[in-house]
């Protein structure tokens, strides 16, 4: 099976901090698949995504590999970078506005990138332009407005439509939807999804909200202090979590949880970069710790049966037993 994104070990390090920021991280894509990374604000969902194009903070420093379609990013030379850049990968950032130049008509924008690499005419350019706005629910007539005189959920459109242009393998969408209001949030969703069948792009979505996570992907990563702590297919991680830290997220999460659960904020906040780490980094918040979780770090284990669904925790089984009485 060819993967369309496969991140293996990847360590980030960035000045003046105690530990990686992102640290041995696996993530994979499979052609085709919508994955959600979804974790706290600070867990290195943005830095993971950003990698993938290799868009990172000044003075980091990476290990390990990133690859795309069989290639490593972290190896690429500039030129292969700006092609990935403007071809098999594109980004949908969290504010349309704030990514768009508003001084320049959306026609001009959603046709620089191909113009640039010369990989369509200006007039084929266009005629792509056009089909991708209806594609997105816009008329072809936007290719003539500018950003100031559309609303954040049509400006989002137009991100997504510019993402198609140069036929990517690979969607990264980091929060593509808080900027919004909830209407076009939910418009977006639904959006992406159609145009990821239509299109077959592999999608990772980044959120923090694991109600969207289990309504948009098939798989979900889910991110603590720079560690992948959990995986698996959607529907087992949130019908059965086997890492203490995403059950507290599903506890904290308005709509996923059943009616009578109280929503329950999680206690204590995640550990600072300048803080070393040994052991689970999740064990200061954990009711479940024990001196094992202080001092060892725990290794991801298939959950029995289940393969594809891991979890790095070492009291796994007691969080099933737990579930029952809780
Ligand atoms: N340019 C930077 N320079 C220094 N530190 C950074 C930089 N970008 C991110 N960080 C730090 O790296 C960590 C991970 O950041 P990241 O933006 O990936 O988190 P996130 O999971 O996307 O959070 P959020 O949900 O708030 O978007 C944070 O502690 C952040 O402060
Ligand atoms: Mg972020």
């Known amino acids: 099976m060819t993967r369309t994104l496969d991140i293996k070990s990847l360590r980030l390090r960035l000045p003046d901090t105690a530990r990686p920021v992102l640290d041995g991280v696996d993530l994979h894509i499979a052609a085709g698949e919508t994955v959600a990374l979804v974790g706290e604000s600070g867990s290195g969902k943005t830095l993971t995504s950003r990698t993938v194009l290799r868009l990172l903070p000044k003075g980091a420093e990476t290990e390990g590999e990133v690859d795309v379609a069989g290639e490593n990013v972290l190896a690429m030379t500039p030129q292969q970078l700006h092609a990935l850049r403007t071809g098999r990968v594109a980004m949908i950032f969290q504010d349309p506005r704030a990514a768009i130049n508003p001084l320049r008509r959306v026609g001009d924008f959603l046709t620089e990138g191909v113009r640039l690499t010369g990989t369509l005419s200006e007039q ?16 072809g007539a936007v290719l003539r407005h500018y950003p100031g005189q559309m609303s954040g959920g049509m400006l989002q459109r137009v991100m997504i439509a510019a993402a198609l242009m140069g036929d990517p393998v690979l969607l990264l969408a980091d929060e593509p939807t808080t900027a919004l209001d909830v209407t076009s ?36 990563y889910v991110m603590y202090a720079g560690r992948i702590v959990e995986t698996g297919p959607a529907e087992a991680l949130f019908a059965d979590p086997r890492h203490p830290y995403t059950r507290a997220l599903l506890d904290a999460s308005p709509r996923l949880i059943e009616p009578g659960r109280r929503l329950a904020a999680i206690d204590g906040q995640p550990p600072d970069l300048r803080q070393e780490l040994t052991g689970c980094p999740f064990a200061p918040r954990c009711r479940f710790a024990t001196g094992l979780c202080t001092t060892q770090a725990p290794q991801p284990q298939a959950a029995p049966g289940a393969p594809g669904h891991l979890a790095a925790c070492h009291h796994s089984d007691r969080l099933a037993e737990g579930a029952a009485d809780a």
């Open 124 to 139: 084929d350019a266009t005629r792509r332009a056009g089909e991708l706005l209806e594609a997105v629910g816009l008329s």
């Open 185 to 220: 949030q939910a418009e977006v969703v639904a959006l992406i999804g159609e145009l990821k069948e239509r299109f077959g792009t592999g999608l990772l979505f980044v959120t923090h909200d694991l109600g969207l996570a289990a309504a948009i992907s098939d798989r979900v």
